[in-house]
């Protein structure tokens, strides 16, 4: 089994940055590096949503148009460990943010990730 825990999340003025780490522990016969990860993001009262997404390999990433041009994803499967970093941050991008791996191809909906962290609080101050 994979378990996933993600760290970095805190109070930003907007504009600013912040990265977050999805940090994962493995049993035996487990690898982080064959699992795709992507993050998600949960505002209140509102639906979870996709955030960015990177190949197993870090072959290959994918955003959400959002934060396009403003996050980067990006894993060191030596250290077992994907980051999101986000950029000019804004209000909007309030939320809690997850961390999740799949074994199947990336998907921008929740449902095929059988592994999740906790989540980590981003709050963006106008």
């Known amino acids: 089994q994979v378990y996933l825990v993600e760290s970095g999340g805190g109070v930003v003025q907007a504009g600013g940055s912040l990265r977050l780490s999805c940090v994962a522990s493995?049993?035996?016969?487990?690898?982080?590096?064959?699992?795709?990860v992507a993050w998600f993001r949960q505002a209140r009262g509102k639906d979870r949503a996709f955030v960015a997404g990177?190949?197993?390999?870090?072959?290959?990433?994918d955003y959400a148009d959002s934060v396009r041009g403003r996050f980067s994803v990006s894993r060191d499967n030596a250290q077992n460990t994907a980051y999101l970093q986000m950029n000019n941050l804004e209000p909007e991008d309030a939320a809690l943010f997850f961390c999740?791996?799949?074994?199947?191809?990336?998907?921008?909906?929740?449902?095929?990730?059988?592994?999740w962290g906790q989540g980590t609080q981003v709050t963006v101050s106008p």
């Open positions: 990177i190949r197993y390999n870090g072959g290959g990433t």
């Open positions: 999740a791996g799949n074994l199947m191809p990336l998907s921008r909906t929740p449902d095929p990730y059988d592994v």
């Open positions: 493995t049993a035996s016969g487990y690898s982080f590096s064959n699992y795709e």
